[in-house]
């Protein structure tokens, strides 16, 4: 019998569940699975780099880049299925999307309603694709566009899943202490807001513990004893940077954005 696991969303399942820093932080840590997950299989290919030119394709009607075009057609039709009627989720091209064609979920929706302007994608679509997608997988061109994008598309929709988390961690913490956090927020002082948010001791374990997931997912099992040693999928030490470098700093960025909004 399989037991209840560490839920993957930060939103409550239901009305009556309760939102804490312990339930969110659990729900990052088994995010981190999926993201690990979504980076070795991205790996799988070479940078595939003609599908992120802009003049690349001539698709009819379309201008930009495969990638671009795979993921607005993807989203499209998860639009369709009602995707993004989930609090958690946020497109990368929000823009015209179509309207959900079946029947609405009733998602609880915990957070300020400010939340939903803020939408970070813009910055995560750069980081990934401009600094660090050429660290993550090898040079070349082995021509399997669509399926290369599907990939990217699942890495880009897990850390973006992960970054807007950030909304729900600041409803939390300001649920715990409004006192605390009110003043900065009346006088809009950022750095002040980071300072109260952030726990280093809680992002140095993560930092080590995505590293270690890294090499414990990432590596050859062989019915022998040797699991290929020391030979990971991918590199270990990169995915502690994706978050020393950009998971963490924008998730603590959308914190600072969603309590900025939170007393309007
Ligand atoms: C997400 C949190 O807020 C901050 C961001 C963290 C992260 O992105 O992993 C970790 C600790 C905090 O500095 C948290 O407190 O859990």
Redesign the pocket.
């Known amino acids: 019998m399989l037991e209840a696991m560490a839920d993957v969303s930060c939103n409550p399942n239901s009305a009556s569940d309760t939102l804490t820093?312990d339930g969110?932080?659990d729900s990052?840590i088994r995010q981190e699975d999926s993201i690990v997950f979504s980076l070795i299989e991205r790996a799988r290919f070479p940078l595939n780099g003609k599908m992120y030119h802009h003049n690349y394709t001539s698709i009819p009607g379309f201008s930009g880049s495969l990638v671009e075009f795979i993921v607005r057609e993807t989203e499209a039709i998860q639009a369709k299925a009602g995707r993004y009627e989930n609090p958690e989720e946020n497109p990368f091209f929000p823009e015209s999307l179509p309207r959900p064609l079946v029947h609405p979920h009733k998602y609880p929706n915990v957070l300020h309603p400010s939340g939903a302007s803020i939408n970070m994608n813009k910055v995560i679509w750069d980081f990934y694709f401009n600094k660090f997608l050429p660290l993550l997988v090898a040079d070349g061109d082995d021509g399997n566009y669509a399926a290369t994008a599907a990939s990217d598309l699942a890495c880009l929709q897990a850390l973006s899943r992960r970054i807007h988390c950030?909304k729900y961690?600041a409803e939390v913490?300001f649920k715990d202490a409004p006192n605390e956090y009110e003043t900065p927020i009346r006088s809009q002082e950022r750095d002040t807001l980071m300072k109260l948010?952030?726990?280093?001791a809680?992002?140095e374990m993560?930092k080590k513990r995505v590293e270690k997931k890294a090499m414990v997912f990432g590596q050859e099992v062989t019915l022998n004893d040797t699991n290929g040693e020391g030979k990971y999928k991918i590199d270990p030490s990169l995915v502690s940077r994706l978050?020393d470098e950009w998971?963490?700093p924008l998730?603590?960025e959308v914190?600072v954005e969603y309590l900025l909004l939170r007393l309007e």
Do not use: P
């Not at 948010?197 to 280093?200: G, K, P, Q, S, V």
């Open positions: 820093l969110i932080r990052l950030g961690v913490k948010l952030t726990f280093e809680v992002e993560v978050y998971v963490m998730t603590k914190e």
